[in-house]
């Protein structure tokens, strides 16, 4: 297990930015392949972006590809979403979780992912 803590969200008009930011507990936070998901009011958890544990894979989903980057600091302990361009439907609790160490890939589904933090509020006004 190793605990996450998300900051960075807040309120934004559409078309702006924020960075998210998780820093981990443990500096075994190297092992993990790491992911970023959201739910919004009335809607289930969804995969946003995941990153492998060196950086060298990452995956998005449809609705954030080009707007959104997904990165990690292993010497921080730390992972990041920089989200550009956002638009109303973003509005949402963003999670950051730590997913298997191996086999070494990037994971999508929430079942591979051991802890989570505690979320942060994203809106996005239009």
């Known amino acids: 297990q190793v605990q996450l803590v998300e900051s960075g969200g807040g309120l934004v008009q559409a078309g702006g930015s924020l960075r998210l930011s998780c820093p981990a507990s443990?500096?075994?936070?190297?092992?993990?392949?790491m992911g970023w998901f959201r739910q919004a009011p009335g809607k289930e958890r969804e995969f946003v972006a995941g990153?492998?544990?060196?950086?060298?894979?990452?995956y998005y989903a449809d609705s954030v590809k080009g707007r959104f980057t997904i990165s990690r600091d292993n010497t921080k302990n730390t992972l990041y979403l920089q989200m550009n361009n956002l638009k109303p439907e973003d509005t949402a609790v963003y999670y950051c979780?730590?997913?298997?160490?191996?086999?070494?890939?990037?994971?999508?589904?929430?079942?591979?992912?051991?802890?989570w933090g505690q979320g942060t509020q994203v809106t996005v006004s239009s």
């Open positions: 979780a730590a997913g298997r160490t191996t086999p070494a890939k990037v994971y999508t589904d929430p079942s591979d992912f051991g802890s």
């Open positions: 443990r500096r075994t936070f190297v092992s993990y392949a």
């Open positions: 990153i492998s544990w060196n950086a060298r894979s990452t």
